[in-house]
């Protein structure tokens, strides 16, 4: 008895949670028509605003920027001072000022070599070259004040590529510095280099149509494209979802007519049963005159039929002919 009374109490919860729910059930199962699309609807606004926000990232972050890439000269190999550098991902279709800058010490060997060269080659990873260009490039002892030390290190930028757009985003960069004779004209024509220090490649962005307006407001740009994404996705999802909770809203009452017709249609139709009792003797009795009339006739017809005359007995008479034969009339004469 114990065991029985322990299970019947721990059965009650669940025979009340499952009523509650059926009950619940049972008050949604009319409503669910019109919840459905605005749940579904709803569930996809978190999606949406995803989506958007992804979508101002992805703007910010493919907005073109300057870059600096180092260049570590190679000495010694009997050629000018070389280095190959991988740039930055750049964007393709955009346009870049590209240029040299060097970092020299303030020796007067170095203002003694006069004029030297830079070269530049851009190539793909696949070794194609895309571009190629020599500047030449001087060293200019700086202007100092009378109250002021000269510095140790001078800074030469050469300009060397101008509003060039790679057309490509993976570009590989070979930097030559200095001149492929080694200054040997100079002294006692011994090889000498160009002493630098630091060498970087640097490129600048240009700005020029949209691109240039993104590029200016990098932010700006990324918020009005995660505002636009959110505009469009949401009359799209609207569109495409919101038009069935208004079409079954729609088409509600129709089924609440047909649901109320059926009274008036069992009225309608025992009237309409008594009208056609009522209408059934009419027609038999208008079925009924033309067999009368038919009578009457038959009756007239046969009242008005003559009996056949009797024929009188006796010798019959025989009529003279009109036409004369005129022989027989000759005969007698």
């Known amino acids: 008895m114990a065991n029985s009374d322990s299970n019947s109490i721990v059965a009650l919860p669940s025979?009340?949670?499952?009523?509650?729910?059926?009950?619940?059930?049972?008050?949604?199962?009319?409503?669910?028509?019109?919840?459905?699309?605005?749940?579904?609807?709803?569930?996809?606004?978190?999606?949406?605003?995803?989506?958007?926000?992804?979508?101002?990232?992805i703007v910010w972050r493919n907005v073109a920027v300057g870059w600096?890439?180092?260049?570590?000269?190679?000495?010694g190999d009997g050629v000018p001072?070389?280095?190959?550098?991988?740039?930055?991902?750049?964007?393709?279709?955009?346009?870049?000022?590209?240029?040299?800058q060097l970092q020299v010490p303030n020796l007067d060997a170095n203002y003694a070599l006069g004029n030297f060269m830079t070269t530049l080659t851009l190539s793909t990873r696949s070794n194609k070259t895309l571009t190629s260009i020599r500047r030449p490039a001087i060293l200019v002892p700086p202007r100092v004040a009378f109250y002021s030390s000269a510095p140790a290190v001078i800074t030469v930028e050469v300009p060397l590529?101008?509003?060039?757009?790679?057309?490509?985003?993976?570009?590989?960069?070979?930097?030559?510095?200095?001149?492929?004779?080694?200054?040997?004209?100079?002294?006692n024509e011994q090889g000498r280099e160009l002493s630098v220090i630091t060498a970087s490649l640097r490129g600048v962005v240009v700005h020029h149509g949209?691109?240039?307006?993104?590029?200016?407001?990098?932010?700006?740009?990324?918020?009005?494209?995660?505002?636009?994404?959110?505009?469009?996705?949401?009359?799209i999802v609207g569109v495409c979802i919101l038009p069935l909770a208004f079409r079954h809203a729609a088409t509600q009452p129709k089924l609440a007519q047909v649901d109320i017709q059926p009274l008036p249609a069992i009225s309608n139709s025992s009237s309409d049963d008594s009208e056609s009792v009522e209408e059934k003797p009419l027609v038999q009795r208008r079925r009924s005159r033309p067999s009368s009339r038919t009578a009457i006739k038959t009756e007239d017809t046969s009242t008005t039929v003559l009996p056949p005359q009797t024929v009188p007995q006796g010798p019959l008479r025989r009529r003279r002919s009109k036409l004369v034969d005129p022989v027989s009339s000759d005969s007698e004469s």
């Open 15 to 57: 025979r009340l949670f499952f009523s509650a729910l059926s009950a619940f059930v049972a008050f949604l199962r009319p409503l669910l028509p019109h919840i459905l699309p605005l749940l579904v609807y709803l569930s996809f606004i978190p999606l949406v605003l995803f989506f958007s926000a992804s979508a101002g990232w």
């Open 68 to 75: 600096q890439a180092p260049l570590y000269l190679q000495y």
């Open 81 to 100: 001072p070389y280095a190959l550098a991988t740039l930055p991902a750049l964007v393709a279709q955009q346009r870049y000022d590209i240029s040299l």
């Open 161 to 187: 590529l101008t509003a060039y757009a790679a057309g490509v985003s993976h570009v590989v960069a070979t930097v030559e510095v200095g001149r492929r004779d080694n200054w040997k004209s100079l002294g």
């Open 210 to 235: 949209i691109r240039g307006l993104v590029t200016r407001l990098p932010l700006l740009s990324a918020l009005i494209s995660s505002i636009a994404f959110l505009i469009v996705s949401s009359i």
